[in-house]
């Protein structure tokens, strides 16, 4: 007995990542509440200890080797998440909607020595391990009693591989650091006040930073609870949030659309009872695509809460955000967040002086360390030490307002520069439009036209020329859209992001 408790010190008492030593302090706290159960910190730390010992099968430190896993959001993904993390190793979180060609890309590009899965997915990971004689390891696998020779990680070493889509080819591996992870992370706890006694509940995905990061992570950080559902629900997202125990929620603007449809749908004496629910939280946060003015309106109507918009990219943690306590201003994103610097410059790497756009450009310990194995992609990246992030941005009285990503949302026509995310926004104000999105489409006489992809609201006698009349009367007339497509829905990735090259080859096909 007393040799159990001398072990179970030693083991509580061991230096490791900060993260780890956290939840320490909180080790009868709850941590995780998910459809698997309710986890407290010490169940965290135990399993995932657990976990390392597994993986590291009796040697000691597994060196930064990358783990891929798939496992759909709860308990079980943190504890593996963490128990990589306490291995040595790096975490390549794989996406639950991915079919097989693009998980078996991810595996490769990142070199994966071992995949960890979920048995829901057994078939199709435990063919992709066997065909390339990789470790395979299943969530529901005995684990070993843990050792108490989980190795020290210094915070410099690489924690996480995320791989994000770009506009043009395969998508690339995003090397962050556990010391990445922990600026990030206390720029938000520190920016939006996170306290111990918070719980958020997670929706997001759980390959994308959003989630881990500004959900997860923070929450764990923080000594908070995390309630973790499987994938967003809407029905199941408005019980939780009348529950009336949550304290934060974020979510891309997608999933705020879609709360408010099925606000919409409630009959009145439900949606005052929902409308209740929300007044309970004390923050709720939009981003990673940008917030329709509309949607955010509509949902300080029915919940009460100005929406926080901030603005980030996997490659830099979170940049801009609106603030906890102040004026948020619609259509902005705020200001730099803590221990990040950002500025914007023009194509020459000048700085532009308020009013005038350029590229946000961003340094500080939140900037990931690489491209996973591309050098001179990530040389071209960065600029004298600043991370090009090829969005463009305006500052104007001391709040940066997005305009786009240079390469889709920019539009060359007839000579002029255009935002498609500004006009995206003027005829989401068309009573017959209820989304909508901008492209440019090469053309021989503009350079590039304006397209623009259209869901309606219900069966309407919208034209082009309708619409363009409309259209003349709200913006300059080289940015009125000159081809209009009508579709059911917009095509978005996993994030609800829209896919923009995948809206220019629907003008393309036409
Ligand atoms: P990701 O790396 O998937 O998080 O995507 C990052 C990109 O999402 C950024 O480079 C921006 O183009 C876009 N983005 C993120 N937040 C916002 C925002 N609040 N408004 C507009 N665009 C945003």
Redesign the pocket.
Known sequence: MIAIFCFYLKWLNKVNLPLIERAKENANKIAIRATEGTFTYRELLQTSARIATALLANTPDLKEQRVAFLIPSGFQYVATQWGIWRAGGIAVPLCVSHPRPELEYVIEDSGASIIITHPDFETVLGSIAQERNLRFILTTDALPKATDSLPDIDISRRALILY?SGTTGKPKGVVITHKNIQAQVTSLISAWEWKSSDRILNVLPLH???GIINVLTCALWAGAECHMLPKFDAQIVWERIIAGDLTLFMAVPTIYAKLIAAWEAADSERKKIMSAGCAKMRLMVS?????PVQVLEKWQNISGHFLL???????IGMALSNPLHGERLPGY?GKPLPQVEVRLVDENGNLVPPGTPGEIQVKGATVFLEYWQKPEVTAKAFRDGWFC???LAVNENGNYR?L??MSVDIIKTGGYKVSA?EIEEVLRTHPDIQDCAVVGVADAEWGERVCAALVLRAPSDLTLESLRVWAKERLAAYKVPSRIIVVEELPRNA?G?VNKPSVACLFKES
């Open positions: 994000t994308h930073i959003h981003g990673s695509a940008a917030l918009e901030r603005y980030g990219m996997t490659e994103v992030t090829g969005d997005i786009g990503r995310l994030m992001k």
